[in-house]
């Protein structure tokens, strides 16, 4: 089984503040996928990275994939009370068999105004 | 709206009860998925289905039955549960398998068990 480790569990900043995400494991990915999922909602993915080293940017959120393909982050940039949420990583393995995804537990993100 | 709608949004059943999770996609998708999330745990998966076959199933307790009469619906069927059933259900769908797949998710079924 190839175990995603996100970090920290819970982070709770003020409007304005940056933060990152971290997602971290043992094992080579062959992707990973950032999902944010809302109070009553499912998950919504947000950005996949394929390449190692790779570094993709949506508006204030910036993802970065590890030069190993083991680790990835998430850092935002003057968080918003939008951005709250669960933030999970997802990864699939490069042996992985039809359609799976190793999902991380998730970092639990507050914005305060 | 994602696209994958799932009902109901909240059930509450007891230990004898049988009951039925349904998830409908409505992006033209081949795959299915049932998850199970829990507070503070990563995402379960449980059942994967490409074309109405199952491909995957990560060693769930036969009192959940997954039923995939096309590929645009999904099934959990529920009997004789247990109070660490009570959880969180995801049903996703995506085009295709593969390391890039990307899954759309439903809002999920709050499930509590007495």
């Known amino acids: 089984t190839q175990l995603l480790e996100q970090s920290p569990q819970f982070l709770s900043i003020q409007e304005g503040e940056n933060l990152t995400v971290y997602c971290n494991s043992s094992s080579v990915f062959s992707s990973l996928q950032w999902y944010r999922q809302e109070p009553g909602e499912g998950p919504v993915l947000l950005v996949t990275?394929?390449?190692?080293?790779e570094v993709k940017k949506l508006k204030r959120l910036t993802f970065q994939f590890g030069d190993a393909r083991k680790d990835s982050s998430l850092h935002i940039t003057a968080a918003q009370p939008g951005d709250t949420g669960l933030y999970l990583c997802?990864?699939?393995?490069?042996?992985?068999?039809?359609?799976?995804?190793?999902f991380g537990a998730g970092t639990q993100v507050v914005v305060t105004p | 709206e994602t696209g994958v709608t799932q009902t109901p949004r909240h059930l509450v059943m007891g230990m004898t009860n049988k009951k039925s999770l349904k998830c409908e996609q409505h992006?033209?998708?081949?795959?299915m998925y049932w998850y199970k999330q829990s507070a503070k745990k990563p995402l379960e998966l449980m059942f994967v289905?490409?074309?109405?076959?199952?491909?995957e199933n990560n060693s769930v307790p036969s009192r959940f039955s997954p039923e995939c009469p096309n590929s645009s619906h999904l099934f959990l069927h529920l009997h004789t549960l247990q109070p660490e059933d009570s959880a969180l259900y995801l049903c996703?769908?995506?085009?295709?398998?593969?390391?890039?797949?990307?899954?759309?998710f439903g809002a999920g079924t709050r499930l509590s068990v007495l």
């Open positions: 997802a990864g699939a393995g490069t042996t992985d068999s039809w359609g799976k995804l190793q």
């Open positions: 996703a769908s995506s085009q295709d398998g593969g390391p890039k797949n990307i899954q759309y």
């Open positions: 992006l033209g998708h081949n795959a």
């Open positions: 289905y490409s074309l109405e076959e199952r491909v």
């Open positions: 990275v394929v390449t190692g080293g």
